[in-house]
């Protein structure tokens, strides 16, 4: 006899009872995932049995009610998760004790154990319900991050997060999609693009929303090749004609689980850095998370809490490189560029830079650095030296910042510095708004007498509207337009010759940066720049090299074949 055949006869054995009603277990078979009870007519003795999937799953059932009135009759109804959202397995094995005879009292327990089970079926019920809005997204129709979540730490808990990996995802160019399709169709086809992922996992893998255009998954390591080749580019089709179509792509971080992992936030955590970097750092279209990433991130911690000591203690130095007339190689003034004196160590500006402009510390650092070298020039002049104009960075972060105007004029008027004697460089920018607020910066900076740069430009994509709407005193070109060619025919000289002429008649002057070879001073020339900056002069220079640098005033590169000359 069938399990399914043993339960309807224990039903129908309590036929007269009115409680039996209250259940039936044909229509819960999708909710609750199996019922097996095996009963025998006479008396029962109810014995919890994990069933195989709590034993594969490695998990000890929950009890939820337990069922002792007498010790040779009992019932244990147990509530395990099975699958996790597929369903909440109930199981109740029921064994008849062997010479004991069903009696009143085996009936009335027995039915107290229906009656009981029939609340646990409610709650079931709730709790699916309850599970599905909490674990599911209305827009996508998908599962989302809460199930992302459960779904990770099960495999964690299971001892199995090693054959697996987790992604976290970006679509690209969402907005772009948006403005062409519209945004219901930008939904669809999200929501299909989704669906074509889902189609290649195979349970326990699952793919989610994580919220707005951020998906997740979990992936078995061997099928995360595959997987990615769907990310990297798949037609949608989002209408019934051939023209309703839309290429769909998604930016990738993933974390290979591991036993350094224990937590699901961790990896979550490692996959979404890695999608981040891919996406605004390296530019790629996927990212593993490995041991150098992690460096990076411990770097960026160490940076972070090492900085408010580093400027009380003013272990950032100002170091400048020469900026030369082309004219005459005469020295006319100097990039200050910043060094960090850590532990007995010069750290270099790419080890800290960076993680300091995601945090917005930079604007310190930044102002920090105008102040020692507006202090500086006062030191220069009171000493009686002629002193030359210095250029300081400024990061794109401070473009927030309406009183950065005031807090450069203010720093520079501190010492009684010349304004004409700084130039503040800053690097160009695509977007609009943040163009629109570097213009009124420029302009008030102007308006103070202050000169302004356009910092590696070239670099990217340089914008001539903005050349054409921000009146910068000066464009400083960078050296990727030096480094391939001295060859004026070349595509890139080329350009460059028509923005030098360019820039001159706008009333900017150019200077090149990154100049390493007589050859290209050569082309400089004969491109009408007169201005240079780079290693086939000077690196840049602890303060005293530079004054003497200045104090010698012209650099003798008749003979030379490198930077010792003026040494
Ligand atoms: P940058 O403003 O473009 O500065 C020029 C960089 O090119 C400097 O690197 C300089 O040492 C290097 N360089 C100069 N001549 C040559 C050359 O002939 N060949 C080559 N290969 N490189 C040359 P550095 O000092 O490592 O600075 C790197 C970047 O860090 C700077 O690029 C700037 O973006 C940033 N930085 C440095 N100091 C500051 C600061 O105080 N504030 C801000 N916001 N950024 C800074
Ligand atoms: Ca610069
Ligand atoms: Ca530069």
């Not at 002429?501 to 007589?518: D, K, N, R, Y």
């Amino acid at each position: 006899m069938g399990e399914w055949d043993q339960f309807s006869l224990l039903q129908s054995f309590f036929m007269k009872e009115e409680k039996i009603g209250a259940f039936d277990c044909q229509e819960d078979k999708s909710n609750i995932a199996q019922i097996a009870p095996v009963f025998g007519i006479g008396a029962v003795e109810f014995e919890e049995k994990p069933g195989d999937s709590a034993l594969r799953s490695g998990r000890r059932p929950q009890v939820v009610t337990y069922y002792k009135e007498d010790p040779d009759l009992w019932a244990q109804p147990v509530l395990w998760e099975r699958e996790t959202f597929a369903g909440t397995m109930i199981r109740f094995v029921c064994r008849p004790k062997k010479g004991v005879l069903w009696d009143d009292e085996a009936r009335y327990l027995a039915q107290r154990f229906i009656a009981g089970f029939g609340l646990i079926k409610k709650s079931v019920y709730l709790l699916n319900g309850f599970r599905y809005t909490v674990t599911h997204d209305r827009v996508f129709d998908s599962k989302n991050l809460n199930y992302g979540i459960f779904r990770i730490t099960e495999l964690l808990e299971q001892g199995q997060i090693d054959q697996y990996a987790v992604f976290f995802m970006n679509v690209n160019s969402t907005g772009e999609m948006n403005s062409q399709i519209g945004r219901a169709n930008g939904t669809k086809v999200m929501r299909l693009f989704l669906q074509k992922l889902e189609e290649v996992l195979e349970e326990p893998e699952a793919v989610w929303r994580v919220g707005g255009d951020n998906l997740g998954a979990v992936v078995r390591t061997d099928h995360v090749d595959r997987f990615l080749e769907i990310l990297q580019g798949t037609h949608i089709s989002y209408g019934s004609t051939e023209d309703e179509q839309y290429r769909i792509s998604a930016t990738a971080g993933i974390c290979v689980g591991s036993p350094e992992f224990h937590k699901t936030s961790e990896m979550v955590d490692a996959a979404q850095i890695c999608m981040n970097m891919a996406r605004y750092t390296k530019h790629v279209p996927y990212l593993f998370y490995n041991r150098q990433i992690v460096q990076m991130l411990e770097n960026a911690k160490h940076v972070e809490m090492a900085f408010p000591d580093a400027i009380d203690h003013e272990e950032f130095k100002v170091y400048y490189q020469p900026k030369v007339s082309l004219l005459n190689n005469e020295v006319i003034g100097a990039e200050a560029l910043c060094r960090w004196f850590r532990d007995g160590e010069i750290v270099p500006p790419d080890r800290f830079i960076p993680v300091l402009e995601k945090s917005r510390l930079i604007c310190d650092l930044d102002l920090y650095m105008l102040d020692h070298v507006c202090r500086d020039i006062r030191n220069w002049m009171d000493s009686g030296g002629k002193p030359v104009e210095i250029s300081t960075n400024f990061s794109r972060m401070h473009l927030n910042n309406p009183l950065l105007s005031r807090q450069i004029v203010e720093t520079i008027d501190r010492y009684n510095v010349p304004h004409e004697l700084i130039i503040v460089e800053l690097t160009e920018t695509t977007s609009s708004s943040f163009a629109k607020r570097m213009g009124e910066l420029v302009y008030r900076l102007k308006d103070e007498g202050i000169r302004t740069s356009v910092d590696d430009f070239g670099v990217g994509y340089s914008s001539m509207s903005m050349l054409r709407d921000i009146p910068f005193s000066e464009l400083k070109i960078d050296r990727s337009f030096l480094t391939y060619t001295t060859d004026t025919r070349d595509r890139s000289a080329v350009m460059m010759k028509h923005v030098i002429s360019m820039a001159t008649e706008l009333g900017m002057s150019c200077i090149a940066e990154g100049v390493e070879t007589p050859d290209q001073i050569r082309m400089l020339k004969e491109m009408d720049c007169f201005r240079a900056q780079g290693f086939y002069f000077d690196q840049p220079l602890p303060r005293e090299e530079f004054e003497k640098r200045v104090r010698k005033r012209v650099y003798e590169i008749n003979s030379r074949s490198d930077s010792e000359q003026m040494r």
